[in-house]
């Protein structure tokens, strides 16, 4: 699929491989990259491994009863591929508050974040931040760098840890998307840089918000021996500071700073702005979503976590509290990736979550952002679960307000990526592995309840 890319002589990279010959290279490249993303696979367990263990019995705890169907129906035993599909379209329980008009592949943006022939071979996250009436930059996570053949991708395809798309949204899909990434030494290199003044090695951009005419990045640091994957973790989180994101990316100013938390906290799950405060869902231990919040003006003057507040329990009830202890648990299933929505219509919050490891996604509401949340509903079952010879993981479901036409209409998109090993995404079977996917969904009010 052709698009548009940046320039090589600002951001975007050309490919370079090593005069060896095909045959040598790729073994190789196979082999070596397999053994490398076996390595971001543990990396990736980090954030994801938080969800599959605590959810079902988080959400059995929550529904005070026996579940139907909340978190672990349907996820894959290790060594399983297929997984049958549902025999009929998913409802909304009657006594929930909207009711399911349709889902399915969106028309339109089906293809915006395809494989290009231009370099850019698929990635995750995909978080999308408007930057203007005509402009959205969309951030990914560890991204292929390289070439397609027949629309496979070839092996010995560099990873980088981040890369950007602008997206010109006056264009048709897949038009109006261009990438971007650095170079160092000639070979491709991830977008947004660690800097030395904060923890790990590198970084994943996951979340970030534009507030007044100003970027705000969320990111989980990684740290541990480059050389050695099996120290590979979480070491706590930073913020990015952008204060000219309208002008080109290759002109960006970074500055980075450390979020200083307790170990295993993270508070960049979603992020929704309500003057006169920044609220920002996480997670904390022992593994639930919690909820806490931060004034702009003090975003905006450099405090940080020293500024944060929490929603906590205590003798007199939830309230706001200095410190990350008792929080009131959020919604379910608990993830490090999604979007939390307020819409106007229904004068209702939505949050659109997942099990990485089983093929649902759900639907909860919530009338205040403080909760409470409903119990999940399911609402879809990814259909790449059901259509390869080896399991898969999806997860990362956001929710694109700004793709929308109308009220009730949501658009989503999620990732999929194998769960064994990576090698898997060099096949033909693999193509269309580690590809964004979007879904259009039609949501209306629950007339028997409103």
């Known amino acids: 699929m052709n698009g548009p890319v940046a320039p090589t002589s600002t951001c975007a990279a050309p490919v370079r491989y090593a005069p060896r010959p095909q045959r040598e290279r790729e073994r190789e490249s196979l082999s070596t990259r397999s053994y490398r993303w076996q390595g971001t696979a543990a990396l990736f367990g980090v954030v994801v491994a938080l969800l599959m263990p605590s959810t079902t019995v988080l959400a059995k705890d929550a529904g ?20 049958p599909m549902p025999e009929k379209p998913f409802t909304l329980p009657e006594d929930h508050a909207l009711r399911l008009a349709s889902i399915g592949v969106d028309p339109v943006y089906k293809d915006l974040l395809g494989l290009r022939t231009n370099g850019w071979l698929g990635s995750d996250a ?17 991204t292929f760098i390289g070439q397609l053949s027949n629309g496979v991708r070839v092996a010995g395809a560099p990873m980088i840890n981040s890369t950007i798309g602008l997206q010109d949204r006056t264009k048709r899909p897949p038009d109006g998307m261009t990438f971007y990434w650095k170079e160092k030494d000639g070979q491709p290199a991830s977008f947004f840089p660690h800097q030395a003044s904060t923890p790990g090695e590198f970084y994943w951009v996951t979340k970030g ?31 990015l500071r952008i204060p000219n994101p309208l002008d080109p990316p290759a002109q960006w100013v970074q500055k980075a700073y450390t979020l200083k938390l307790p170990a295993g906290h993270s508070f960049h799950s979603a992020l929704v702005v309500k003057e006169p405060y920044l609220y920002l869902y996480g997670l904390v231990q022992p593994r639930q979503t919690a909820l806490a919040r931060v004034r702009v003006d ?46 106007p219509a229904w004068h209702l919050y939505t949050c659109f979550t997942y099990d990485a490891f089983s093929p649902e996604i759900y639907v909860t509401t919530a009338r205040e952002l403080t909760g409470p949340w409903t119990k999940p509903a399911s609402i879809y079952w990814v259909p790449e679960h059901h259509r390869f010879s080896f399991p898969i993981i999806s997860y990362a479901v956001r929710q694109h307000p700004e793709l929308s036409t109308k009220p009730g209409e949501v658009v989503l998109s999620y990732a999929t990526n194998v769960a064994k090993s990576m090698a898997e995404l060099f096949t033909e079977e693999g193509k269309d592995l580690y590809v964004l996917r ?13």
């Not at 005070?64 to 997984?83: I, N």
């Not at 995909?126 to 560890?142: N, Y």
């Not at 329990?313 to 999604?338: D, R, Y």
């Not at 949501?443 to 028997?448: A, K, P």
Request: hydrophobic share 35%; charged share 20%.
């Open 64 to 83: 005070g009863g026996p579940e139907k169907a909340t978190v672990s129906v349907g996820a894959q035993e290790p060594g399983s591929g297929h997984l």
């Open 298 to 343: 003090e975003l905006l003057k450099g405090r940080l976590t020293e500024a944060y507040e929490y929603w906590v329990s205590g003798a007199e009830g939830p309230h706001w509290g200095k410190a990350p202890e008792h929080c009131v648990p959020q919604f379910l299933p608990n993830n490090t990736e999604c979007t939390v929505h307020y819409e």
């Open 209 to 239: 918000v534009m507030l007044r005419g100003e970027l705000f990045l969320f990111a989980f640091c990684i740290g541990g021996d480059t050389r050695s994957f099996s120290t590979w973790h979480e070491d706590g989180g930073t913020l």
């Open 126 to 142: 995909g978080e999308s931040i408007v930057l203007s009436d005509k402009k959205t930059l969309w951030l990914f996570g560890d």
């Open 438 to 450: 979007f879904l259009r969904v039609q949501l209306e009010l629950n007339n028997r309840l409103n």
